[in-house]
């Protein structure tokens, strides 16, 4: 079992930024894929990041690429986004999430067994 706590979202201007940060605790971190999604009113929970175990291989969705940073520490059991260059359409609650076991996918979000409990990101225009 894995519990994750993801933190930091809160109210932002278009063109800011905002780092989100969730801690695990539980099984081994070092051994799940951590991603990332977000969930705005009236939509579908959707992909925005993800990371390997070890960090070599990370994914974005084409909506925030080169905007957004994911990056992990498994020394602290913590995984991170950083996001930049922030727009009203990025408003939304975002999920910190890990696989079990490496399912094969990295965007698909049933490819992950764990939720955070999401934290809210607003971005005012």
């Known amino acids: 079992q894995v519990q994750l706590v993801d933190s930091g979202g809160g109210l932002v201007q278009a063109g800011g930024s905002l780092r989100l940060s969730c801690v695990a605790s539980g099984r081994a971190f070092s051994n799940s894929v951590m991603g990332w999604f977000r969930q705005a009113p009236g939509k579908e929970r959707e992909f925005v990041a993800a990371i390997s175990r070890n960090g070599g291989i990370t994914r974005y969705a084409d909506s925030v690429k080169g905007r957004f940073t994911i990056s992990r520490d498994n020394d602290k059991n913590m995984v991170y986004l950083q996001m930049n260059s922030l727009k009203p359409e990025d408003t939304a609650v975002y999920y910190c999430?890990?696989?079990?076991?490496?399912?094969?996918?990295?965007?698909?979000?049933?490819?992950?067994?764990?939720w955070g409990q999401g934290t809210q990101v607003t971005v005012s225009s």
């Open positions: 999430a890990a696989q079990r076991s490496f399912s094969g996918s990295y965007t698909g979000k049933f490819a992950y067994d764990y």
